[in-house]
């Protein structure tokens, strides 16, 4: 199986700051990599797919780059609502598999 | 706009079958593929398995085989069902829709899950 490892699993930052989350797969897995973000008690969001497409409805704050092995979620500017956990998932091989996520929290 | 919601029973005995229920509305269930995910307490998510409207499926190898996804076009749901139960199995799962956006599947609509726990 792929494995994917997210770092960081946590951090706390303030409203306004700019976040960034990484993501390595154990093999290359070209572009087939999503982004989602998940609440607790909510239906995880989709945010993100193929590496850098932007889901509709989805605010132009979040971008997602990378190729390959290595992967970047960025909030360009954290608003209130985005605190929540952000996992990863590769989609080139099945079993398809996810990050461990990494958890925003208020600073 | 797709909705998605799981039903089942909450608690299930060790060695027994976990049953649960995704009902689709907002959309039809054909021409779609469907999934399953799962995520044990603290642990991140897992995936499970997906069925295509006509029945094809694909699962993860490390149920073991356990794992039975079934769909329903009449009532718009789909199911899946996972024997021989231990504590291990005790997650909250998701359901969710996979779509292929230019060969790249992504898993756009989730229902907002629900926790199985095993006990006796």
């Known amino acids: 199986d792929i494995q994917m490892t997210q770092s960081p699993s946590s951090l706390s930052a303030s409203v306004g700051d700019r976040v960034t989350i990484t993501c390595r797969a154990s093999?290359?897995?070209?572009?087939?990599l999503n982004w989602y973000q998940h609440k607790p008690g909510k239906a995880p969001r989709l945010l993100i797919y193929?590496?850098?497409t932007l889901e509709s409805g989805v605010p132009s704050r979040f971008s997602g780059s990378g190729s390959g092995t290595d992967f970047t979620l960025t909030i360009s500017s954290l608003q209130p609502e985005d605190f929540a956990t952000y996992c990863c998932?590769?989609?080139?091989?099945?079993?398809?598999?996810f990050g461990q996520g990494t958890k925003v929290e208020i600073k | 706009q797709v909705q998605l919601q799981e039903s089942g029973p909450g608690l299930v005995k060790p060695s027994e079958t976990l049953s649960l229920t995704c009902t689709v509305s907002g959309g039809s269930i054909s021409s779609y593929y469907w999934s399953w995910i799962r995520q044990p307490p603290g642990k991140g998510l897992e995936w499970i398995g997906y069925?295509?409207?006509?029945?094809?499926?694909n699962d993860n190898p490390s149920l073991k085989s356990r794992v039975t996804i079934s769909v329903d076009t009449s009532k718009n749901q789909f199911s899946l069902k996972v024997s021989s139960v231990t504590a291990a199995d005790t997650a909250v799962y998701f359901c969710?829709?996979?779509?292929?956006?230019?060969?790249?599947?992504?898993?756009?609509?989730w229902g907002q899950g629900t926790l199985v726990t095993v006990s006796s």
């Open positions: 069925i295509f409207y006509n029945g094809n499926t």
């Open positions: 998932q590769q989609s080139h091989t099945t079993p398809w598999t």
């Open positions: 969710a829709r996979l779509f292929y956006y230019s060969g790249n599947p992504i898993l756009d609509y």
């Open positions: 093999q290359s897995i070209s572009s087939y």
């Open positions: 193929a590496a850098s």
